[in-house]
Nanobody, 123 residues
Framework: QVQLVESGGGSVQAGGSLRLSCVASGLAFTTYTMAWFRQGPGKEREFVCGISRYGSITPYADSVRGRFTISRDNLKNTVYLQMNSLKAEDAAVYYC????????????????WGQGTQVTVSS
């Protein structure tokens, strides 16, 4: 049974930082591209960033480039999202996703999803 479990969400003031983690189990982690998506209130789920199987490719949405950093530890089956200089518009539920390919796609076409972790940013 595949599970993606996110953690690290919480409430932070604008300008602050958070680090999200996603631990994967039940899958061959190095065969999966990983990504972070987010969904704000009343909004569609959107791509934030992704990372290829061995970390060589890391595309970002324009809205987060330069502030967010994605990384992965294949020995720990974990992907991370370091979020700095947070803004009110970054507030959302953040989801981890896995896709069995080495191509990072920005659509919702991923095989597995986590349950999400809430990020709240106060101004």
């Amino acid at each position: 049974q595949v599970q993606l479990v996110e953690s690290g969400g919480g409430s932070v003031q604008a300008g602050g930082s958070l680090r999200l983690s996603c631990v994967a189990s039940g899958l061959a982690f190095t065969t999966y591209t990983m990504a972070w998506f987010r969904q704000g209130p009343g909004k569609e789920r959107e791509f934030v960033c992704g990372i290829s199987r061995y970390g060589s490719i890391t595309p970002y949405a324009d809205s987060v480039r330069g502030r967010f950093t994605i990384s992965r530890d294949n020995l720990k089956n974990t992907v991370y999202l370091q979020m700095n200089s947070l803004k009110a518009e970054d507030a959302a539920v953040y989801y981890c996703a896995a896709r069995q390919t080495d191509i990072v796609v920005t659509t919702l076409d991923y095989n597995y999803w986590g349950q999400g972790t809430q990020v709240t940013v106060s101004s």
